[in-house]
């Protein structure tokens, strides 16, 4: 009973076979993911002296620990899985017990375990469901927890997502899903499964999204130190519009009225003068002549033949994921406040200036927003919305404002990159290669690939940047029917 021994981070090897993976999945791993990998050997032998040598070893242990943790996380799921038949075996049921039968025998199992782990009974039901379908549909998830390739942050959105999804759709999900969890954070994972979900679900996105929307609610739950969260379940552009306006209230300050409070602290005041006098309290009065003018901004990604009703595959809801065709069209009909990104397969956006201006431009940023759609450093989820655009290269140092040069870092790892040993360097297809300061190298990929229009031979997109003459195409995530889908059915 040893830990299946995965690694965490890839050799060169499992890198050629990344790429290979790339080639069969085409734009779907170009989501928020990185690829791992320890810099060439004799780089490393070169380097490999003292304090250097050391930090290395600390590392491939703290790997190596992390590994053993998500073994034992698994063994805990199969071991519970275990005891709770045995418990129903003391509790009497059998084959012909009735459904109540057995819903006492898992209330008293869920009591047991409870009070052996010292945790809440809630934590342990959840315990204990989860371990059944880890066991059970799930036990792909399982076995990658097992090998070390996923957290159980990973494992939970796995759960969660897939819970009200027909078997077979679940099953796809969970094959698709896992093929390249390992290069993703639970977050990116999170994301990741959401928009399989979408994709692969029977029930039309529209479908869903009504039935749903008749659950919305306000809910009030008590926190300790008299505090308590009051949520809204609701639709998810209008929650992101929500949550939009509120930071761009708190956001504005005025510089007369100097205020102790964190962004996060007025956003919350603000959301409260609001719900409950509609109007702002009076140590905010500075902010209320700007709550009529700041209206919420969201941004919407819509696939063009979708916005043109040709087609019904999702858009994309920045801060969200997923939504509906018909909910996208609307927003972009209808909403001022909505920034429609539209890249239209023949005229195509112009992607590359040359260096005599520095001040980037406005459809040039917009195109990169959209590539990266998160600060670019592994694992960051910060949205490129809040982020910088870095030069790559330094203007100073004959960097171009361009595509190729540029890339979102937000404010902190923008200043990470500045003052500390990480260096960044721009691979084709807008991957940007990442060294550490102990020569760890790690890929982050664009979260939206810009790929030419597939031609009817199937070409492979050319590994170079788009350039503003070849006509480019916001490929959607949600592609209906995407080949490799075909191949992936075929082959189970
Ligand atoms: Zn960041």
């Known amino acids: 009973m040893t830990p299946m021994a995965t690694p965490l981070l890839e050799s060169a090897a499992d890198v050629s076979e990344r790429a290979l993976i790339d080639e069969v999945f085409v734009g779907e791993v170009f989501d928020e993911v990185f690829v791992t990998a320890w810099a060439d050997e004799a780089t490393m032998a070169g380097a490999a002296a003292g304090v250097e040598a050391a930090l290395a070893a600390d590392l491939a242990l703290l790997e190596s620990l992390e590994r053993t943790i998500r073994w034992a996380q698994a063994e805990q799921y199969r071991v519970i899985e275990a005891a709770r038949v045995r418990h129903a075996q003391i509790e009497g049921v ?101 928009r399989l979900r979408e994709r692969l679900h029977p029930a039309s996105l529209s479908e869903r999204r009504a039935r749903a929307a008749e659950d919305r609610r306000v809910a009030l739950d008590s926190a300790p130190d008299g505090m308590a969260w009051l949520s809204l379940f609701l639709q998810a552009e209008r929650a992101v519009a929500i949550v939009e306006r509120l930071d761009a209230l708190a956001a504005a300050s005025d510089p007369d009225r100097p205020d102790c409070r964190t962004r996060a602290q007025r956003a919350a005041d603000v959301a409260g003068d609001l719900l409950l006098a509609g109007t702002l309290d009076a140590a905010d009065h500075h902010l209320a002549a700007a709550t009529g003018r700041v209206a919420a901004q969201i941004v919407v990604t819509v696939p063009v033949l979708s916005l043109l009703g040709v087609t019904d595959e999702p858009a994309e809801l920045d801060g969200y994921g997923p939504i509906d065709a018909e909910t996208a069209r609307r927003l972009a009909a209808h909403a001022p406040s909505v920034q429609r990104l539209l890249v239209h397969p023949e005229t195509g956006a112009a992607l590359s200036y040359s260096r005599t201006r520095y001040r980037v431009a406005a459809d040039l940023a917009g195109y990169l927003r959209v590539r990266d759609g998160r600060c670019r450093f592994p694992g960051c989820a910060r949205r490129a919305r809040h982020a910088d655009l870095d030069h790559i290269v330094a203007w100073a140092q004959g960097g171009s404002t361009s595509a190729e040069n540029l890339a979102h870092l937000c404010r902190a790892h923008h200043r990470l990159k500045h003052e500390s040993g990480w260096r960044m360097a721009h691979e084709p297809d807008g991957v940007i290669r990442w060294t550490s300061p102990v020569g760890h190298v790690l890929r982050t990929l664009p979260e939206r690939p810009f790929l030419p229009v597939p031609g009817p031979t199937g070409s492979r997109p050319p590994s170079t940047p788009p350039n503003p003459q070849a006509p480019t195409f916001l490929r959607p995530d949600a592609d209906p029917d995407p080949p490799w889908l075909h191949a992936a059915s075929a082959a189970a």
């Open 94 to 194: 059998t084959e012909v017990s009735s459904p109540a039968q057995r819903e006492f025998a898992t209330r008293s199992f869920v009591a047991e375990i409870a009070t052996t782990l010292v945790v809440p009974e809630a934590a342990a039901g959840r315990f204990v469901a989860d371990a059944g379908r880890l066991t059970g549909a799930r036990a792909a998830t399982l076995e990658a927890l097992a090998a070390g390739a996923v957290s159980v942050g990973h494992v939970r959105s796995m759960l969660e997502i897939t819970q009200t999804m027909p078997a077979d759709a679940a099953g796809d999900l969970e094959r698709l899903a896992l093929a390249d969890a390992a290069m993703r954070t639970s977050a990116a994972f999170r994301g990741r499964v959401h």
